[in-house]
Structures are given as C-alpha cells and as structure tokens.
C-alpha cells in the first residue's frame, strides 16, 4: 500500500532554532502533498500545499517545504522556532495512487520547543 | 464565513450505546470527508460524501459504522453498539471541490470516549 512517513514522533528544538520535520512518500507517481499543524484539542489547520509548479513552497507562519521528486520528500522547515509553534504537524498525500480524492496522512509530530 | 462546524464536541457513550456526529461544512462546500484519529496514529480516512451520495466508503469498517449527507441539514456519522475500540477523535473536512489537489478545510473534531 503507498504510504506516507515521518520519522521521530516527537522533535524537540530550541527556541530561534531550525525546524526541520521529513516526510517521505511512496508512490512512483507524485502526489499533491500537504503540511497540516494541529494544535491541542482543535481541528487541523493547513500550513502549506504542493500541487504543480514552483517546487518551494511558502506557507503561514514562517513555514516552508521543498518538493523533491527525486528524494520523493517533501520536508519542513522554519528558520528560527518560536514558541508558539509547539503543536502537532502532519504531512498529508492525496491523488491517483492515494485513492485522489481523500488524505492519506502520516503518524504526526509532535514539536515541543525548549525555551 | 463559518468554519466546518462539528457537534457535539465531547461525547461520552457506554459499550453498545449508539453515537451520532454532526459536521455543518463550509457554506458552499458540497464534498464531505470523515477521518477518525485514534491515539499515537495519524489520521484515517473513513469516508467520501456528497450531497445525497457517498462516493467512497472504503474506509469505513463494514459493520456498526453509516455516514449520510442529506440534501438539507448536516452530515452524520453514525455509530451503532459502541465498543471502547471506538473511542476516538473523529474530524469532518469539507471542500468546494472533489478533485486530489483541492484543500480540505477540517473542523475541530468530536472526541468520542466509550466507557
């Protein structure tokens, strides 16, 4: 089955410093790729979507991911943490080898950020 | 405009009771999606809805579990004879499309405890 992966359920980072969270993909037909971020007890919340063109892509809040078809990534990062970034963040696939019209999402990581 | 409304947001059930979750999608949104977020695992798809139609139910589990979106009023997820296995975060996304590269716009969930 194609399937999502993001290594280490919880990231933990310093405050100013980088955050950087992987998320690899399985299938040989690139799909539409999506960072979420939830916070307690809410719903998700889109940070950023790859559909076609420009393969780095900026979101909300500092956030950016690269698209790299042949490293079948798409990873996140933001220069510098700030606390309020602490929730959890998923990395999410949809299209043809997906079933394209529904998520397929990855594990999650939760990003805890020491002050 | 109001996001996707879900209710209740807490539902507390006992073994073999029967659940029944709302979700209100963003005015002018006619695509419905159901994921349930059991702990430690990322989010599952459920199932695919339009007004009237469900479209992919290949996540549901075969026994227990109906979704519906009627012409007029919400779209419900339903869930007969609850076992504690059920208990869960259960989202509702919708969207103005039905295609793969289109966002899904989540609300904030209705947390299911089975006692």
Known sequence: AQSVTQLGSHVSVSEGALVLLRCN??????????????YPNQGLQL?????????????????EAEFKKSETSFHLTKPSAHMSDAAE????????AYGNNR?????????VVIP | ???????????????????????SPMKGHSHVYW???LPEEGLKFMVYLQKENIIDESGMPKERFSAEF?????SILRIQQV????????????????TGEGEQYFGPGTRLTVT
């Open chain 1, 25 to 38: 993909y399985s299938s040989s037909v690139p799909p539409y790729l999506f960072w979420y971020v939830q």
């Open chain 1, 47 to 63: 940070l950023l979507k790859y559909t076609t063109g420009a393969t780095l892509v900026k979101g909300i809040n500092g956030f």
């Open chain 1, 89 to 96: 963040y998923f990395c999410a696939v949809s299209g043809t």
């Open chain 1, 103 to 111: 998520l397929a999402f990855g594990k999650g990581n939760q990003v």
């Open chain 2, 1 to 23: 405009n109001a996001g996707v409304m879900q209710n209740p947001r807490h539902l507390v059930r006992r073994r073999g009771q029967e659940a029944r979750l709302r979700c």
């Open chain 2, 35 to 37: 994921y349930r977020q």
């Open chain 2, 70 to 74: 009627p012409k007029e009023g919400p």
């Open chain 2, 83 to 98: 076992v504690r296995g059920d208990s869960a975060a259960y989202f509702c996304a919708s969207s103005p499309l039905g």
